[in-house]
């Protein structure tokens, strides 16, 4: 999928952009995203949860709600039974393990505490759906476009959000006005988040959707990485995001539940 990606990309660069103002281009990259109330899609997910552990593969399903929830499910093949939730909403990140009967709940503030990122849940919303933000905001309107720098090179325009003093976000546009990469960093604590976006697609009256995402996260002791690989897009179906817990499952935080993964490769 990296080659893919790789060799898509430098098809697309090949192409010169057009020489125009900085707010015309935030205005054709803000209009080439797919509106949605819900989306749902199917996917092939391939998960590395750190660089010492084995990569997972499996068929996933990831339904967001706009708004108030975002679930991604990696299920068992051929019998498709879920064996790993994850659930996020404004406030509250839940994780469920089945295979290990395990379950996670931890708060969006604590997160962004320890991490040292001012992103929210909005802004989670936006890697998964291809959408511009600023680290914070709920979302992107035409009266913030002034807060955000574009600069321009023959083949890319990169988009930056005015200095955030703890997260640097920069957006790649190609020709086709799309945001092909989305980079977050920050320096003072080592963290960077690469996103890519590729194989667009129609899902809804002509715009398109990245069909392949590829996330790494990176930070000074370790790195993870998730890719999905889409094969079905459906937007505005009607369902709901159980955000319930296992009862008999054991409960711990998110920083316990990453230290299984350190311990079980020592």
């Known amino acids: ?103 996670v709940a931890e708060s969006i503030d604590n997160i962004a505490k320890a991490s040292g990122y001012a992103l929210n849940y909005f802004n989670l919303e936006s890697l998964f759906t291809n959408y511009l933000f600023i680290a914070g905001k709920a979302e992107v309107t035409p009266a913030d476009f002034r807060s955000f720098a574009v600069k321009q090179e023959k083949y890319r325009a990169f988009i930056r959000p005015k200095a955030d003093r703890n997260l640097a976000v920069t957006f790649t546009c190609d020709y086709t006005d799309r945001i092909r990469t989305t980079l977050l960093e920050n320096a003072d604590k080592g963290i960077r988040l690469n996103w890519d976006y590729d194989d667009f697609l129609p899902v809804k009256d002509d715009l398109t959707f990245p069909m392949k995402m590829s996330m790494l996260l990176q930070w000074p002791s370790d790195e993870a990485s998730l890719n999905l690989s889409c094969s079905g897009v459906e937007t505005d179906k009607e369902f709901t995001i159980d955000r319930t817990l296992p009862a008999k499952y054991s409960r711990m935080s998110l920083a316990q539940y990453l230290r299984i993964f350190e311990k079980s490769d020592e």
């Open 1 to 103: 999928m990296l080659l893919s990606c790789k060799s898509s990309r430098k098809e697309a660069e090949a192409v010169a952009l057009p020489v125009r103002p900085g707010q015309e281009v935030l205005r054709a990259v803000a209009a080439n995203t797919v509106p949605y109330r819900t989306l749902s899609v199917r996917a092939s997910a391939s998960l590395k949860p750190g660089m010492k552990n084995k990569r997972l593969s499996a068929p996933a399903d990831l339904r967001i709600i706009r708004g108030q929830a975002i679930r991604l499910s990696l299920m068992i093949p051929i019998i498709n039974s879920e064996v790993f939730r994850l659930t996020i909403t404004p406030d509250s990140l839940l994780l469920i393990d089945r295979s290990h009967k395990l379950a």
